[in-house]
């Protein structure tokens, strides 16, 4: 069964400080996507970023960067000098390779604060 | 702008009573959901559409339902039948249904249903 753990239930951060979100994934495929979702108090979820099983690379954007180790099944997202605007909800989510956004695994999300 | 319009924001309903939440989009994608979030839970997919006149069950269908009249257009129904309505709704659209070719969903900014 596919599964995405985010352990982390709640983030309090002051700003400027770095904040890692960790993202755990259970599949039996071999092909698979990743992708962080970001979910501001207005409600609506904001794509962040998708990443095929094929390319392992970190990916950097901005402040925002992401660890994908296939290993240890883990996408973790940090955030370097966090700002206040970055508190949300965040969630990891996890894709068939061949498969349809409509299944799409979510994660139960990590709550960030970021105080001023 | 272009993006996910739903409505109402806020919606109070009694129990027994059936109730529509709007969702319309003008990005001419031609994939729709509709998902369910409960607090501190991650999106499970209640109904998607790939094309007019054509929808799909997802995870938690009972209790729903859904019509697909115009490719803008995607309402949702909570109907009495389903047990524990309260809870927040969020629509979602893609260029279409598979993963690979359209890399993210975009959402609504959410609809809160509470039953009194």
């Known amino acids: 069964a596919q599964k995405v753990t985010q352990a982390q239930t709640e983030i309090s951060v002051v700003e400027k400080e770095d904040v890692t979100l960790d993202c755990v994934y259970e599949t039996r495929d071999t092909t698979y996507y990743l992708f962080w979702y970001k979910q501001p108090p207005s409600g609506e979820l904001v794509f962040l970023i998708r990443?095929?099983?094929?390319?392992?690379q970190n990916e950097i954007s901005g402040r925002y960067s992401w660890n994908f180790q296939k290993s240890t099944s883990s996408f973790n997202f940090t955030i370097t000098a966090s700002q206040v605007v970055d508190s949300a909800v965040y969630f990891c989510a996890l894709g068939d390779y061949g498969g349809s956004q409509g299944n799409l695994i979510f994660g139960k999300g990590t709550k960030l604060s970021v105080k001023p | 702008d272009g993006g996910i319009t739903q409505s109402p924001k806020y919606l109070f309903r009694k129990e027994g009573q059936n109730v529509t939440l709007s969702c319309e989009q003008n990005l001419n994608h031609d994939a729709m959901y509709w998902y369910r979030q409960d607090p501190g839970q991650g999106l499970r997919l209640i109904y998607y559409s790939q094309i007019v006149n054509d929808f799909q069950k997802g995870d938690i269908a009972e209790g729903y339902s859904v019509s697909r009249e115009k490719k803008e257009s995607f309402p949702l129904t909570v109907t009495s039948a389903q047990k524990n309505p309260t809870a927040f709704y969020l629509c979602a659209s893609s260029i279409g249904q598979a993963i690979g070719v359209t890399g993210e969903l975009f959402f609504g900014e959410g609809s809160r249903l509470t039953v009194l």
């Open positions: 990443r095929n099983s094929f390319d392992e």
